[in-house]
């Protein structure tokens, strides 16, 4: 039997979110799953199945002026035992969010990324209310971070833009280092993000929670 010593408090969690619409938890995945799925990212890249961000499955036109980091979606039917571990814990998010804020999250859609130094991505939400209300919404974004030993002077901070919509706060926004085993969690359609330049190789596994589509 496989005992879990690992526990995120997603009280605290889901209160900020209710509260913030956002919320930074530092140990969202154990140490060992982190470098797992690390050096899950590194095999991949060296097999060179990973995807130019923007050419997948969504056949967005983004250009690389835009992003620069390549992906690769996971696939939920055929898992190692790290991706399991972090399939697991977004389900125990998944349910305590709809049972405390009632999102209705139905669907989880994952790909690693790994930026290249100099790498970017501009400032962009996830989803758009404009979006056909007929397909799945992206409702919560929730990124987990691969890196260990990362210093301020590497870049690479995830920009989050708050209270875009108030103009007298227009300016405010938080830095946050891409941390191993750190998770940024917020509201899709509601926060504007950055990632800044990294001068170092960044990787990172984002993950959004998508709302049941319309009938
Ligand atoms: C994204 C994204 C941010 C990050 O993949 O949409 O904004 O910090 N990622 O990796
Ligand atoms: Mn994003």
Redesign the pocket.
């Known amino acids: 039997m496989r005992i879990s010593t690992h526990s995120t408090n997603f009280e605290e969690l889901v209160d900020h979110i209710a509260e913030h619409g956002f919320c930074v938890v530092n140990d969202f995945l154990p140490e060992a799953t982190v470098t797992a799925l690390a050096n899950e990212a590194q095999t991949l890249k060296q097999a060179e199945v990973m995807q130019e961000?923007g050419v997948g499955r969504e056949h967005l036109s983004v250009l690389k002026e835009i992003?620069s980091?390549s992906?690769y979606w996971l696939n939920e039917d055929a898992t190692t035992a790290a991706q399991r571990d972090y399939f697991e814990q977004m389900e125990n998010l998944r349910l305590n969010l709809n049972q405390h804020l009632y999102l209705g999250l139905f669907g989880l859609e994952s790909?690693l990324?790994v930026?290249p130094e100099g790498g970017f991505?501009k400032k962009?939400l996830?989803c758009f209310a404009s979006q056909n209300p007929h397909k799945p919404q992206r409702k919560i974004?929730c990124?987990v971070?691969l890196n260990q030993d990362w210093d301020m002077q590497d870049g690479?901070?995830?920009k989050l833009y708050l209270n875009e919509t108030d103009e007298s706060d227009k300016y405010k926004s938080l830095l946050?280092s891409?941390l191993a085993g750190r998770a940024?969690i917020f509201l899709s359609d509601t926060f504007y993000?950055?990632?800044m330049p990294t001068y170092k190789e960044?990787v990172?596994l984002?993950g959004?929670f998508l709302s049941r589509p319309q009938q």
């Open positions: 961000a992003r980091d992906i790909h990324a930026y991505y962009h996830d974004s990124i971070y690479g901070q995830l946050i891409p940024v993000h950055e990632v960044r990172s984002t959004w």
